[in-house]
């Protein structure tokens, strides 16, 4: 069957350190991965894309590595801040289809 | 306006009722999109209209679910009947590009909140 799955539920990090999320797919060949950033009573909001051509991705202190034999994307987020505590969903895009998501990383940075 | 606009943002239905979420997607884009997201869930996916044709509705979970898109811009998501597993956040989006998935930036509204009691 077809799946995308996101590492955990929750990840928990200290302000200033790198934030790593993992998005795993398995029966599907997307052509692009995006990443969004969901905050609460808030609609998702468009962060990064990546093509299957492609191995990495920045902006800003974001990074996105996308791996088509793995199967699996990583999100960074390098020196993190309390303000980037929100949960990150990955989707993927196939030819012809809508974004399919996944069920989301809920992200929390203490300070 | 500048984004994605949903109305109402909170629904609270009683069992039985017919709802209708309205979308003003972001003027001149092509592509719309309804997405539904339960607590604790991804969206997934409803249903997608490319100006005012209706090209996939496979995500529609029943014939309850009724979406439509008559002049091309604004959009309305009926649900007939509501049932307590209608419960749920419906998301609107857009795109000014007619090929979707072709890495197309996509534009998420905030959501309306259903709540079926």
Not at chain 1, 7 to 13: D, G, R, V
Not at chain 1, 52 to 79: G, P, Y
Not at chain 2, 20 to 48: K, N
């Amino acid at each position: 069957s077809q799946k995308i799955e996101q590492n955990s539920e929750a990840l928990n990090i200290q302000e200033g350190k790198t934030a790593t999320l993992t998005c795993n797919y398995t029966n599907y060949s997307p052509a692009y991965l995006q990443w969004y950033r969901q905050d609460p009573g808030r609609g998702p909001v468009f962060l990064l894309l990546i093509r299957e051509n492609e191995k990495e991705k920045r902006k800003e202190r974001l990074k996105v590595t996308f791996d088509t034999t793995l199967k699996q994307s990583l999100f960074h987020i390098t020196a993190s801040q309390p303000a980037d505590s929100a949960t990150y969903l990955c989707a993927l895009e196939q030819a012809g289809t809508a974004l399919i998501f996944g069920k989301g990383t809920t992200l929390s940075v203490s300070s | 306006g500048a984004g994605v606009s949903q109305s109402p943002r909170y629904k609270v239905a009683k069992r039985g009722q017919d709802v209708a979420l309205r979308c003003d997607p972001i003027s001149g884009h092509v592509s719309l999109f309804w997405y539904q997201q339960a607590l604790g869930q991804g969206p997934e996916f409803l249903t997608y209209f490319q100006n005012e044709a209706q090209l996939d509705k496979s995500g529609l979970p029943s014939d309850r679910f009724f979406a439509e898109r008559p002049e091309g811009s604004v959009s309305t998501l009926k649900i007939q009947r509501t049932q307590q597993e209608d419960s749920a956040v419906y998301l609107c989006a857009s795109s000014a590009m007619a090929n979707i998935g072709s890495g197309n930036t996509i534009y998420f509204g905030e959501g309306s909140w259903l709540t079926v009691v």
